[in-house]
């Protein structure tokens, strides 16, 4: 009778649940001063960063109305950059020798500021001279819209170096230009390429330059003085 009794003490035992202790885990530490730098630092840099393209963006705008009257002042009186050179000598012109050996090939461009309205073009994409002669070509504007419209334009050349050599007697530049609506005119360029430019190594292998005409719809403007780093042409 005894091994019956064992295993009902057994069978007791085996079934009834056994008591679980719950563990107790350590709650999570949150360090608040910590965490309240790292967003106060992350907010910082948005918003610099915010103000930076902010007084990029204003700072476009502006020069964008500055670019005409600061090319104006610059242009006119200096050759930099790739501007030609303003002024002419009569008598210069008058006796200049043609080096007809030397074949230069003048591409003309014609561009638009974004706001500008016109029509503008080249009457040629390109004309071969030779250094002291003369030569003409034409440009071509057009107000297609049905306002007056007041263009102003500025140039350059291309290679940057032949500037001082590229010497306009007459052309459109830097001059206020009205378009009446519809209104369609040619616009001359006479200029010649200095004999000089033979005597500089830099231009050797130069056998082409581009003239280009930029128009922008005439703004009021900031005035600006000249960089004290450049040289006045005559100087």
Not at 22 to 47: K, M, T, W, Y
Not at 76 to 102: C, F, L, N, P, W
Not at 194 to 214: A, R
Request: charged share 20%; net charge neutral; aromatic share 12%.
């Amino acid at each position: 009778m005894l091994l019956p009794s064992l295993a009902r003490i057994a069978h007791k035992f085996s079934t009834k649940p056994l008591l679980r202790v719950p563990r107790s885990l350590p709650a999570p530490v949150r360090f608040i001063g910590r965490d309240q730098n790292a967003e106060a630092s992350r907010r910082h840099r948005i918003r610099t960063t915010i103000y930076y393209v902010a007084a990029a963006g204003v700072l476009t705008v502006g020069m964008s109305y500055a670019a005409v009257p600061l090319y104006r002042m610059f242009c006119q009186a200096y050759s930099y950059g790739g501007t030609t050179s303003q002024g002419h000598d009569a008598e210069k012109v008058e006796s200049m020798q043609r080096i007809k050996d030397r074949v230069i090939k003048i591409r003309f461009n014609a561009d638009l500021g974004a706001a500008m309205r016109w029509n503008f073009k080249p009457q040629q994409p390109e004309i071969n001279v030779v250094p002291g002669e003369t030569a003409l070509a034409f440009y071509t504007a057009k107000n297609p819209s049905d306002q007056p419209v007041i263009g102003i334009s500025t140039y350059n050349v291309v290679p940057f170096e032949a500037g001082q050599y590229f010497n306009k007697i007459q052309c459109f530049c830097f001059e206020e230009q009205q378009l009446n609506p519809h209104e369609e005119v040619d616009m001359p360029v006479f200029f010649y390429i200095d004999p000089e430019i033979m005597d500089d190594p830099k231009m050797e292998l130069v056998d082409s330059i581009t003239l280009s005409y930029t128009f922008f719809e005439a703004k009021e403007g900031l005035n600006f003085q000249m960089p004290s780093y450049a040289t006045k042409h005559g100087a």
